[in-house]
């Protein structure tokens, strides 16, 4: 069964580090997001990809943060300037029509 | 700004119990409200739903939409211990192509033995 992968599963990086974190969708899918969870708290929406753009993005998604889809499979979102509050779990998810989630990334900023 | 609550927050059973979670909803655009699984990682796809009174049903777990009322239900019969997990529910705003979500808070369900 096809799934949504990421890599990789557990970044630890040093406040003020960019960090790069890759996702692969499923590969007939059109629509791409990227969300966080912080330990403990709810699912947050950061940013919704169509068509090689950004369709929405949430506040939480400023400056510090770009999506890319550099070729034809991946999809990375990018942090320049890593905070300790950006410390959280990162999943990528695709759809056609309902979402699947990818395994997560589990940032730690120190 | 778009909301979505759950309730309860938490919720602990005996195996053989029916529950049903509630899931609350104020959103612009609406397109659709969606149900998830969480077990200590990423949420898995339950039901999607996008119009009122249809029921939408896999095995024990049910779901349905009151798109007048603004609210979901996810029942679950006779539980079992697997079906203790964090249960998502997320409403997708329609602004643009690919959307937006708006994730509640979760219930955690516990299924005692």
């Known amino acids: 069964e096809p799934e949504v992968t990421q890599t990789p599963s557990h970044q630890v990086t040093q406040m003020g580090q960019e960090v790069i974190l890759r996702c692969v969708p499923i590969s007939n899918h059109l629509y791409f997001y990227w969300y966080r969870q912080i330990l403990g708290q709810k699912v947050e929406f950061l940013v919704s990809?169509?068509?090689?753009?950004?369709?929405?993005k949430s506040e939480i998604f400023d400056d510090q943060f770009s999506v890319e889809r550099p070729d034809g499979s991946n999809f990375t979102l990018k942090i320049r300037s890593t905070k300790l509050e950006d410390s959280a779990m990162y999943f990528c998810?695709?759809?056609?029509?309902?979402?699947?989630f990818g395994p997560g990334t589990r940032l730690t900023v120190l | 700004e778009d909301k979505v609550v759950q309730s309860p927050l938490s919720l602990v059973v005996h195996e053989g119990d029916t529950v049903t979670l509630n899931c609350s909803y104020e959103?612009?655009?609406?397109?659709?409200l969606l149900w998830y699984k969480q077990e200590k990682k990423a949420p898995t796809f339950l039901f999607m739903l996008?119009?009122?009174?249809i029921e939408k049903k896999s095995g024990r777990l049910s779901s349905i939409l009151d798109k007048k009322e603004l609210f979901s239900i996810l029942n679950i019969t006779a539980t079992q211990t697997g079906d203790s997990a964090v249960y998502l529910c997320?409403?997708?705003?329609?602004?643009?192509?690919?959307?937006?979500?708006?994730f509640g808070d979760g219930t955690t369900l516990t299924v005692k033995p």
């Open positions: 996008t119009s009122s009174g």
């Open positions: 998810a695709s759809r056609v029509y309902e979402q699947f």
């Open positions: 959103v612009t655009n609406f397109r659709s």
């Open positions: 990809f169509y068509n090689n753009e950004i369709s929405e």
């Open positions: 997320a409403v997708e705003a329609d602004n643009t192509n690919a959307g937006k979500s708006t």
